[in-house]
């Protein structure tokens, strides 16, 4: 059967420094999946919808362990192409002991060349295949380079064509941009192919200028998105739609251990809501419920929960509904 979701863009290794401190200081990081959208088909298919994923791995020991862990869970990797001649991509993460914050360090272009995030072309598109799809989810981190920024927008034109939803999630990172205007440019084009576009604080505030989630949710609707998502971190989320609706959700409470993936589980979430049809409350406080148990161990996906422990966490909540 086809995928319900198909997402399109980068997987990667993800070394996560097993400790609060410096890149300096750190001597020991662990070995974790990684890569925006893939995050997000990975908790998809944990809540039981059907996904799928376009994008590339290095004929390297890396590349194969990103598609055992896809099809481990359930993940469809029928397009997904194994390419040789290139490396697949790493990510250092650490949560800078001062701040709290964390941060990146990319071993890809423009740091380093032929890396597998690169390497998505328009001719390794399957377009019949992401017609199948209800929507086609999109990360802004693949559209830094080309030949894949041309790749991603050629399925998201198509997507369009045909009446797939598209979803766009900015995953900014603009140390592999060439310039920040170039980041604003590129986005600006995606939005306007977008049914769906989710932003964290800081994504909203560079891309529309504003610390103020209810204008820069209002400022992405313009570009005629459909439905757009402010997540708020420890705050909630923000959601607003182009009919005028307007939901706020308060966040779970819960113990941080590693916020990667976290923005991931949350779009998760919400698509699965709406691909269920709920109303917006009810997907935004699903979304809130898979990003606040993401965080509660390190790596994006080790947390991501299947239906059963989602349903657990929302009757401990007391949320009063369970999802099917």
């Known amino acids: 059967m086809s995928p319900e979701v ?10 996560i420094a097993t400790e609060p401190v410096s890149y300096i200081e750190a001597s020991t ?21 059907r996904a799928g994923a376009v994008t590339v791995v ?12 896809l099809e481990r869970n359930g993940v469809d990797v029928s397009r997904v192409k194994v390419k040789r001649n290139v490396r697949t991509t790493l990510a250092f993460v650490v949560n800078e002991p001062g701040t709290g ?16 995030v690169d390497s998505l072309s328009p001719e390794d598109i399957d377009y019949h295949y992401i017609s199948s799809a209800k929507i086609l989810h999109v990360s802004g981190f693949a559209l830094s380079v080309n030949p894949t920024r041309r790749a991603v927008l050629s399925a998201m034109t198509h997507a369009r ?57 209002d400022r992405a609707l313009k570009y ?23 939901v706020y959700v308060q966040a779970f409470k819960v113990k941080a251990i590693d916020t990667t993936g976290a923005g991931d589980g949350w779009n998760a979430g919400l698509l699965f809501g709406v691909i269920k049809g709920w109303d917006l409350e009810k997907c935004v406080k699903v979304a809130n419920a898979v990003g606040a148990l993401v965080v509660t161990k390190h790596g994006a996906i080790t947390a991501l929960p299947y239906k059963e422990e989602l349903n657990s966490f929302l009757r401990e909540r007391n949320v009063g509904f369970e999802i099917n």
């Open 6 to 15: 198909i997402g399109i863009g980068e997987v990667l290794i993800d070394f």
């Open 224 to 246: 005629g998105v459909e439905i757009v998502g402010i997540k708020l971190g420890d705050k909630g989320a923000l959601v607003k739609t182009k009919s005028g609706e307007r």
């Open 161 to 217: 064509e045909k009446g797939v939803m598209v979803s766009f999630d900015p995953t900014l990172r603009t140390d592999v941009w060439r310039s920040e205007k170039s980041v604003r440019a590129v986005y600006s084009k995606v939005l306007r192919l977008s049914n769906i576009a989710t932003f964290s604080r800081e994504e909203a505030e560079f891309i529309f200028g504003t610390e103020d989630a209810e204008k820069a949710a």
């Open 101 to 116: 914050e964390r941060t990146f360090i990319f071993y890809r272009s423009p740091w380093v060349r032929s890396t597998s």
């Open 29 to 49: 990081f662990r070995k974790f999946f990684g890569g925006a959208p893939m995050n997000t088909l990975v908790g998809i298919s944990r809540l039981g919808l």
């Open 58 to 69: 290095g004929d390297d020991p890396f590349g194969w362990f990103l598609l055992r862990e």
